[in-house]
Each structure stands twice: as C-alpha cells, then as structure tokens.
C-alpha cells in the first residue's frame, strides 16, 4: 500500500508538471514527462478503484451493523452490496499485485523470429510452413507487419528455415513465450499408408537489439557475398546479393538473402545478428546468478518442447501449463489468443509466487 501511494503521489507530481509553462515550452522534457504519466495511469486508476471499494465494502458493514434501524429488506440488499464489493476488492488487489510486478524491459520491442524444420524431413518442412503461416495471420490481427530477412524453401513448398522481423507494439511481449519444438502428429500427404507421423520445427523468438544494447566490433566480423538461391539450392540471381557474417570471437553465423540489395542484406544479417548476441549476452548473465528459480512457462531453450498439434484429434496441447483446446484449425489460423494469454497469466502466477 505505501509503494502504491507512492506512485499516486508521483502521478500527481507528473500531472501538475504537465500544465507547466516551461515543460509545455520544451518539447523534449513535456515527451518524457508525458510517457512517465501514460506508464503510470493503468495502475493509479486501479489503485483508485481498489481504494474506492475498500470506502463502499466499510460503509456497507457499518451500516449492517445498527441492525436495530433496518428491515430485512435492507439487511438483503447490504449483504449483497458487501459481497459483490468484497470480490471487486478482490478482483482489484490481484490486477495490482500483477501490475507491480517487474516488467520485462524488452516487452515492448519488435521480435526476431527463426522457425527451422526439425526431424521429419519434409512433412517437417511441410509443417515448418504452417507455423510461419500461423504467426504471419496472428501478427496481421494485432495490427503488426513481417519483413521475412532470410528463407530457404524445398521444392514441394515446404520451408527449411526462415527468419523474420515481426514490427508491432508489445510483439515481443505476445510471442517470447513461443520458443521451443513445436511437434506436429499427422498423416502426411506424401504417405500412401495412412500412417500417423510426428514431425518437428524450432522457432526461436529474440526481442530485436539497438545499437546501444549490443556493440559489434566491425573487426570481429568475416562478411562473405554469394548468389542467393531457391528451391533445391537453385540460384535465383546472377548477382552477389546473399551476404553470411560470421562473428569471430562467438562463432555465430547469420545469413541473409531476401533482398536483392547486398547492402540491405548486410543491414538485416546485422540485426539478426544483434539479435542473437543480446541473446547470448542475458543467457550468460541469467546463469551467473546462483539459484535463480526457473520459470513454470520454461527458459525458452529451443530443444525443449512445448506444444503438440495433433490433427487426427484436432487438438493443439501445450505441454508448459498442460492446456489442450479442440480447435486446431482456428489455431493454425492465426487465433493464437487464447494459447497466449493462458501463457502470460501463468507466467504472472508463477512470478507472483517468487515475490511472495
């Protein structure tokens, strides 16, 4: 309750600040202070509202307690005030424990997002196919756009990897929790048998860095150039667009071929490439702090599988929070909110236990 008057009383501050003359006169510092105001409105009002339930549940019992002067009429009514103001008290004191909590600082940046075809040769690469698809339509409903950076399909349409910018408020706050095996069980259209078989893809999901999160040393880098290729390792132009940058001292690789300019492909392997450093640099820094609890929706590793879509059953089963929904089509569809935000609000449960 202090640290909530706490952030009341700085709202305040910050909404007096505002209808200064000399902030308003300065754009820079009416930006900064306007953006602290915006960050802190969601929990000052719910802060309000939980403070003016507390007032009507206390008026309530103080006046069921002269029973003396009521009617049982008005007895009815105050039980039932003092009961739906009890689950409104706390309904709002949940939403403010999540609001406290500490946010995550790249919840709000653009994704890198690398889905790879895994075992199953090309059902998985098939599949692989399917899953872009899925994020593609789930990143259109929240208003997002894709810019694919790097793509290798197969010669029946299916996709070996491919790498993508998804670009949208809170993009990475949604989709981190997409990282593992995705498994799909399933008759493949190449199987004269009818027989059920498992496949498997990888998505990898990396908020993107700026420049000032991760410094690359231009002379820690082999940049090599080649004609970029398609289906079936074809060559696609007669230019030397491609670019592949190797990062010496990590022995990372990133390569980058979708655009026909080498220049813009060199600019898109960096960012992957940044990407994938910061990763690499809050891998090393998480496990450096001794006997940090791992988190209920999981580390996000890559070999760890989370979800199964099983088409025989029409079902999509996450295997993190052990939920299983029988609308598979709709899923791979784009409808991704319900999978999503059964992940966050676990992910706050499980966050909310540790601060206990």
């Known amino acids: 309750m202090e640290k909530l008057e706490n952030i009341e009383a700085k709202y305040k501050e910050l909404t007096y600040l505002l209808t200064q003359p000399d902030v308003i006169a300065d754009q820079n510092q009416f930006q900064k202070y306007a953006r602290a105001h915006a960050d802190l409105s969601n929990i000052v009002e719910t802060y309000q509202a939980y403070r003016q339930a507390m007032e009507a549940l206390e008026e309530a019992q103080t006046m069921l307690e002269d029973e003396s002067e009521l009617d049982e009429e ?14 409104r008290q706390e309904e709002l004191r949940q939403q403010l424990r999540v609001l406290l909590l500490p946010e995550d600082p790249n919840d709000e940046k653009n994704v890198i997002m690398e889905i790879r075809a895994g075992t199953g040769g090309e059902e998985a690469a098939l599949f692989a196919g399917d899953l872009f698809r899925m994020y593609s339509r789930y990143a259109e409903a929240q208003g997002w756009t894709i810019e694919i950076l790097d793509s290798h399909y197969t010669e029946l349409g299916g996709i070996k990897e491919i790498t993508f910018v998804v670009e949208g408020k809170g993009a990475y706050s949604k989709l981190k929790f ?36 991760v410094d690359i040393d231009m002379n820690d880098l082999k940049i090599d150039v080649y004609c970029s290729s398609g289906p079936g390792g074809q060559s696609v132009n007669t230019t030397q667009s491609a670019v592949r940058i190797t990062h010496l001292p990590t022995g990372l690789v990133v390569t980058c071929q979708d655009e026909k300019s080498q220049h813009k492909n060199k600019a898109q392997a960096l960012r992957v490439l940044r990407a994938r450093l910061k990763e690499r640099l809050e891998e090393e820094k998480t496990a450096e702090v001794a006997g940090e609890r791992k988190s209920q929706i999981g580390s996000g590793d890559r070999s760890e599988r989370i979800r199964t879509y099983n088409f025989p059953q029409g079902r999509v089963s996450d295997h993190r929070i052990n939920l299983t929904l029988h609308k598979l089509e709709q899923v791979l569809d784009g409808e991704l909110d319900e999978l999503i935000n059964a992940l966050v609000t676990s992910d706050q449960a499980e966050r909310l236990k540790q601060v206990e």
């Open 74 to 87: 008005l007895k009815e009514m105050l039980g039932e005030e003092i009961e739906q103001q009890q689950t």
């Open 178 to 213: 997409e990282s593992g095996v995705h498994r799909v069980q399933r008759v493949p259209s190449t199987e004269s048998g009818g027989r059920i078989h498992t496949s498997a893809a990888t998505v990898a999901v990396l908020p993107e860095a700026e420049e000032i999160d």
